[in-house]
């Protein structure tokens, strides 16, 4: 079975750009997970998707954005970028929501 | 609001050793999940053991173990004949609503 998948693997953008992300997550899988990583704050909770609905929300700003699609796949958006976005982007799927979830090997933005 | 706390930001440990990874939890919760991810320089986060807090038992797999002290919201990890390949950050996280982590433990596997 193709683990979750997230593309591409490294960014490089410039502030005030904006970027997506993508995320397949494992086949059959339902829910997806965004967090941001970073060496200062850790891993810390983006969103949560579950059968296309966003089902919970961590405490990022509104430029912070996503969204599942009927195949379960996710997109995540960020814009106006600024430099304290650099950060390794992981996202993680479960079969339900309480289910153990599992990662992806991230997207490295950078934001120059 | 859940907080997951690792007060251990770095151990070290001899192969074939045991090490115990301290993580603690602050919740006025009573169904929840805890888990133990690794994440190697390789970057990807891979679960390691996962306890239901309504389950008394600890949770095994393999070498690792957990200590589950619901009422003192501990849960430790427990590695048994420790091997270099062990060698990641660790992190304690805690779910009910949201998936919360821990700051992590970075762990050394001395040859």
């Known amino acids: 079975k193709a683990g979750v998948t997230q593309t591409p693997r490294y960014l490089i953008k410039t502030r005030g750009q904006q970027v997506t992300l993508s995320c397949s997550p494992i086949?059959?899988?339902?829910?997806v997970s965004w967090y941001q990583q970073t060496p200062g704050q850790g891993l810390q909770f983006l969103f949560e998707?579950?059968?296309?609905?966003?089902?919970n929300k961590g405490n990022f700003p509104g430029r912070f954005s996503g969204r599942q699609f009927s195949n379960s796949r996710s997109e995540m958006n960020v814009s106006t970028l600024e430099l304290g976005d650099s950060a390794l982007y992981l996202c993680?799927?479960?079969?339900?929501?309480?289910?153990?979830?599992?990662f992806g090997d991230g997207t490295r933005l950078s934001i120059l | 609001a859940q907080t997951v706390t690792q007060s251990q930001p770095e151990m070290s440990v001899q192969e074939a050793e045991t090490v115990t990874l301290s993580c603690t939890y602050d919740?006025?919760?009573?169904?929840?999940?805890l888990f133990w991810y690794k994440q190697p320089p390789s970057r990807q986060m891979i679960l390691v053991i996962r306890?239901?807090?309504?389950?008394?038992q600890n949770a095994t797999e393999n070498r690792f173990s957990v200590n589950f002290q619901k009422a003192a919201k501990s849960f430790s990890l427990k590695i048994s004949d420790s091997q270099l390949g062990d060698a990641a950050m660790y992190f304690c996280?805690?779910?009910?609503?949201?998936?919360?982590f821990g700051a992590g433990t970075r762990l050394t596997v001395k040859p």
């Open positions: 993680a799927s479960s079969f339900d929501i309480n289910q153990p979830q599992h």
């Open positions: 086949s059959g899988h339902r829910s």
């Open positions: 998707y579950f059968s296309e609905t966003q089902r």
């Open positions: 919740t006025s919760e009573s169904d929840y999940y």
């Open positions: 306890q239901e807090a309504y389950k008394q």
């Open positions: 996280a805690y779910r009910s609503a949201l998936m919360r």
